[in-house]
């Protein structure tokens, strides 16, 4: 079993880039793949970013995902920050052992 | 359009069952893996469960092991988890989510678990 830090909370002014990182505990960061979920209040999360880089279809390239294996973490990068990126987002990823989801958890980000 | 609902929450009291269920409509239900997600109140999202498509084989959180039961029936479109000896600890939004090949690309809307005397 592994674990997904993320950090608490990050904030940032409308128009800048903010990124968020999601740092494994063990086993390689490239062993299995990352997603990005973003949660609005009172809403069910929706993918932004999956297998560490692919934005869904609807997702603006405003969001862009990385796996750095010198550090075993992943990123989560959104430019041009709007205000209504305001929300909650999780990593994820799976343990291998038993096909289980591992979630981050999670990282408030503020934009002001 | 792919369809989760989420029903059978409610208030139970320590050491009582729940069963919810997770109605799918929009997709070959039979062809994806299905998993449970919960998150408590002000809190972060939590796996609990999954199963593979044919309903073969299953996974649980330590959390939940040996109390929880994940199942599905194909021909109703319909997944399922059956929860004994709940804890106050359980109290949660439980969110059934398809996986499209690792990521859970559709979630429901949640049902709410509340477990209290």
């Known amino acids: 079993n592994f674990m997904l830090t993320q950090p608490h909370s990050v904030s940032e002014s409308p128009g800048k880039t903010v990124t968020i990182s999601c740092t494994r505990s063990s086993g390689s960061i490239a062993s299995n793949y990352v997603q990005w979920y973003q949660q609005r209040p009172g809403s069910s999360p929706t993918t932004v970013i999956y297998e560490d880089n692919q934005r869904p279809s609807g997702v603006p390239d405003r969001f862009s995902g990385s796996i750095d294996s010198s550090s075993n973490s992943a990123s989560l990068t959104i430019s041009g920050l709007k205000t209504e990126d305001e929300a909650d987002y999780y990593c994820q990823s799976y343990d291998s052992s038993n096909h289980g989801g591992v979630f981050g958890g999670g990282t408030k980000l503020t934009v002001l | ?117």
């Open chain 2, 1 to 117: 359009e792919v369809q989760l609902v989420e029903s059978g929450g409610g208030l139970v009291q320590p050491g009582g069952s729940l069963r919810l269920s997770c109605a799918a409509s929009g997709f070959t239900f039979s062809s994806y893996w299905m998993h449970w997600v919960r998150q408590a109140p002000g809190k972060g999202l939590v796996w609990v469960s999954r199963i593979n498509s044919d309903g073969s084989s299953t996974s649980y959180a330590d959390s939940v092991k040996g109390r929880f039961t994940i199942s599905r029936d194909n021909a109703k479109n319909t997944l399922y988890l059956q929860m004994n000896s709940l804890r106050a600890e359980d109290t949660a939004v439980y969110y059934c989510a398809r996986v499209r090949r690792v990521d859970f690309d559709y979630w429901g809307q949640g049902t709410l678990v509340t477990v209290s005397s």
